[in-house]
């Protein structure tokens, strides 16, 4: 039986997206009446981009790039103050998955959903958007994300079977360490900014190691001492490692902080392009994302790939491929997160001509 099929043993067989978003395939067929369909968006360096109407909410589904017919990525559910805003977090979100992947020497292309937060229909808004995915026919495999909740996973395993395994989270607060520890093998104060499901189990596994850690979340945790959640950034400490959202790297921020490495589990933690540069004047070195988060994406490409013998060595090799990167940003005098794109773009385009 193929993978695939196991994977989806069990599981109530899924419904048709005409029933959920109102088309039988993507952008053209037809379901209930004045049921709106998902419309295909033209995005340059994109493969596909679709915005999927869901339950009277709104998800964008970007494929940034898909290698032998694959792509990989979470479903991220939050508030948005737009769909601009929402697009836009897809699209970097893709881009920088096909960096984590290309990186980790894995061949498989970058994707991402967001769902802006909707109204009232969570359920039956998870329920379109995994139909709409079940109707890509694997061309984009997804997974959990920033607020994707136990509840969605069990509603989207219903509609799809391109579902990476669950419980990733553990796996990417290791591999955040991992990174975290070859920028800075012996760090003595670590603070960390967000305690979900990557920032309190790096948290905890930092204070048992004997560093001093401080934190800072909207619900604080007894076990950690804390600081407002405006103050983290400012603390004096070793390494700063932002796990909450990204673009937490801006000018009003970088002038505050009192550390010598950041290296944390949020996504794009930089709010532009020249933030890094901000930070390279600094003498602050940056651990770039899509090497410090990139463990989820290896343990979730690696098993639908049917490659989890390979597993083990490409998370090992999360710390030394963050060393080799340092060494080349520095001997090229360039931002941390500029050499990684590079060096991702250049595999990228090696792996589609291979």
């Known amino acids: 039986m193929p993978a695939a099929s196991r994977r989806a043993a069990g599981r109530r067989r899924p419904q048709p997206l005409g029933a959920l978003v109102g088309g039988g395939q993507p952008g053209h067929a037809r379901g209930a009446l004045n049921a709106p369909l998902p419309e295909r968006l033209e995005r340059p360096g994109f493969e596909q981009v679709w915005r999927v109407p869901c339950a009277g909410g709104v998800a964008f589904v970007a494929v940034h790039a898909a290698l032998d017919g694959r792509a990989f990525g979470g479903i991220r559910i939050r508030a948005y103050p737009d769909e601009r805003g929402a697009l836009d977090d897809a699209l970097a979100l893709a881009r920088a998955m096909s960096a984590k992947l290309v990186l980790a020497d894995i061949r498989g292309g970058g994707a991402k959903s967001v769902l802006m937060l909707p109204p009232g229909q969570r359920a039956a808004a998870v329920a379109a958007l995994g ?54 093998p012996e ?91 901000a930070l390279q004047r600094r003498g602050i070195v940056l651990v770039p994302d899509v090497l410090s988060t990139s463990a989820a994406a290896i343990v979730g490409a690696s098993t639908i790939l049917g490659q989890q013998d390979r597993i083990p060595e490409r998370l090992a090799a999360i710390g030394p491929r963050v060393v080799e990167l340092l060494a080349r940003a520095r001997a090229a005098d360039l931002p941390p997160c500029e050499q990684a794109a590079r060096m991702a773009q250049q595999r990228l385009q090696a792996m589609r001509a291979g």
């Open 187 to 277: 760090p003595g104060r670590v603070a960390v900014q967000g305690l979900g499901t990557v920032g309190l189990p790096l948290a905890r596994s930092l204070t048992s190691a004997g560093v001093d850690v401080v934190a800072a979340d909207l619900r604080p945790q007894d076990e950690l001492r804390s600081v407002a959640p405006e103050q983290i950034h400012r603390q004096a400490v070793d390494v700063f490692a932002p796990c909450a959202l990204g673009g937490v790297l801006n000018a009003e921020t970088i002038p505050e902080l009192r550390c010598r490495v950041i290296c944390g589990g949020a996504n794009n933690p930089l709010a532009s392009a020249a933030d890094g540069l």
């Open 131 to 184: 139909a709409f995915i079940q109707s890509l026919r694997g061309l984009y495999n997804c997974g959990p994300d920033l607020g994707f909740t136990a509840d969605d996973d069990v509603v989207l395993r219903e509609q799809t079977e391109y579902v990476a395994p669950a419980g990733m989270s553990d796996a990417t607060a290791a591999g955040v360490e991992s990174a975290l520890r070859a920028a800075s």
